[in-house]
């Protein structure tokens, strides 16, 4: 299949706008960012940065780098703000998550300590264990997401750009299931006008204000959020891109690697149990239960689909699948998963699999980060609009409607990624079969 799709130009400047931008994640992100722009880092983990795409045959031997190929923002062009419910400038914030040394911070300082937050849209009731001070008070859910909205085109308007990129890298917020106020827009904008402050989270707020601004949204946590038909409905009818659901960094980017090969073998699996330690911010929030709920529910969506049991049912048809996450202060950012796989062989013989995973949470989110913003914005250049599939790659909940089926294994969203960017730049999709 050969097309082109018509891209508009990457001129101007692109605002970046992130949610919890004084968060972990957020400040590894912005503080590695703008240190490759100085030359001072080089981009580790970031495919908009670093990989390359095999353009004509194989034996042609030519490999651009995707950037060089692909109409993407450069680096240099981005502009980054955002909100968080504490006031620190993101050098302070920085500091205080304690991801990067002194030594990486200094280098950017100037402009990390320019970075202040704006007023958080914000309700303990969504994240109980945190208390901030640095918030919006507003009469109704619909007045908070004016409020957001108007945050978004000063911010536009004051820093000249040309398009604007809002990504949510903050606390996950509880659980909070598909209620009848989600599924139409008319519904949606009752609930909010009618201040409905338990279907309502603040997460929708922002991105509501976002596709409204016509600012493409990214969802890096596991709420609801943009994930309901209400937002399908309002992205397409305002031409604008939606992504997510959660990150998919560590122990979950493992799992989607090692599954595909238990099914690809006809490998079966009796059990897998996971578990993590981890000390920062994000895992005092994970403690509570509620937020908890919302991060199990994400983690564990991943097996079924990848072995369709219902397609093999003497292979998985009874999997005992448990995920816990433990927060456990001594070891910061600095995540610890542990995977124990039950697998099952040649005539039912067992074995098992073990895996630890000495990571860094936001080292690994950070580089998913940079790619997203760049992509939801060439997406919107693109004029794509709805749920973007294409980057499911990123997610550990690939966002759908109820008429598709989310793909899980990391290679084939892989495969997806590049065959949308090869579209875009009119090149043949590879098949595999050459
Ligand atoms: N690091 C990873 O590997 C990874 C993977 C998947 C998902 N995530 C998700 O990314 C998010 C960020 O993780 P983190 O480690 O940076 O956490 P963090 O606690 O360090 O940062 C979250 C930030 O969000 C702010 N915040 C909370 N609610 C807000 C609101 N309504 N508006 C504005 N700011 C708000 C907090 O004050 C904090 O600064 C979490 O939801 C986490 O679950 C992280």
């Not at 590695?32 to 970031?46: C, D, N, Q």
């Not at 940065?49 to 450069?74: C, H, S, W, Y």
Request: hydrophobic content about 40%; overall charge negative; glycine content about 6%.
């Amino acid at each position: 299949m050969k097309m082109k799709v018509e891209v508009k130009p990457a001129s101007g400047k692109l605002g970046v706008l992130v949610v919890g931008v004084g968060g972990a994640v957020s400040t590894t992100f912005l503080v590695g960012t703008l240190a490759v722009r100085k030359g001072l880092a080089t981009p580790i983990g970031s495919i908009t940065q670093l990989a390359t795409m095999r353009l004509g045959k194989r034996n042609e031997n030519n490999f651009p780098k995707i950037k060089d190929i692909v109409p993407l923002a450069t680096l240099d062009d981005i502009v980054f703000g955002g909100w968080d419910i504490f006031p620190e400038d993101v050098y302070a914030a920085a500091k205080h998550a304690e991801v990067l040394t002194d030594k990486d911070l200094e280098g950017v300082k100037d402009e990390l300590i320019a970075i202040k937050p704006m007023k958080a849209a914000f309700d303990q009731n969504f994240v109980k264990r945190l208390n901030g001070t640095h918030v919006k008070e507003a009469a109704t859910r619909w007045e908070l997401m004016e409020q957001v909205r108007e945050d978004i085109r000063n911010f536009k308007a004051q820093n000249n750009c040309d398009r604007v990129v809002v990504i949510w890298a903050a606390s996950t917020e509880i659980y909070l299931p598909l209620a009848d106020e989600h599924q139409t827009l008319e519904g949606f904008r009752k609930a909010m006008k009618e201040n409905n402050v338990e279907q309502i989270a603040p997460s929708m707020c922002y991105a509501y204000a976002a596709i409204a601004e016509g600012a493409p949204f990214i969802m890096g946590a596991p709420n609801l959020c943009v994930d309901m038909p209400a937002m399908w409905e309002f992205s397409k009818e305002m031409n604008v891109p939606i992504c997510g659901k959660d990150f998919k960094t560590g122990q979950t980017m493992l799992k989607t690697v090692l599954a595909p090969m238990l099914k690809t073998r006809m490998l079966g699996l009796d059990g897998w149990f996971s578990t993590n330690i981890l000390g920062n911010r994000d895992g005092e929030v994970l403690d509570d239960p509620d937020s908890f709920k919302t991060k199990e529910v994400s983690k564990l969506s991943v097996i079924d689909t990848i072995l369709q049991p219902e397609l093999y049912p003497e292979l998985y048809k009874n999997i005992y699948h448990k995920v816990r996450i433990n927060y456990y202060p001594p070891r910061k950012d600095n995540k610890e998963g542990w995977d124990n796989i039950d697998l099952v062989g040649w005539m039912g013989y067992p074995m098992q699999l073990k895996v630890d995973f000495l990571c860094r949470d936001s080292i690994l989110a950070a580089p998913l980060c940079l790619d997203l913003v760049l992509f939801a914005d060439l997406a919107l250049r693109c004029n794509f609009s709805g749920i973007q599939s294409w980057l499911s790659f990123y997610f550990k909940s690939p966002m759908h409607d109820f008429e598709h089926v989310p793909e899980h294994d990391l290679f084939i969203q892989y495969i997806k990624l590049k065959n949308t960017l090869r579209t875009i730049i009119g090149e043949e999709t590879l098949d595999y079969i050459d």
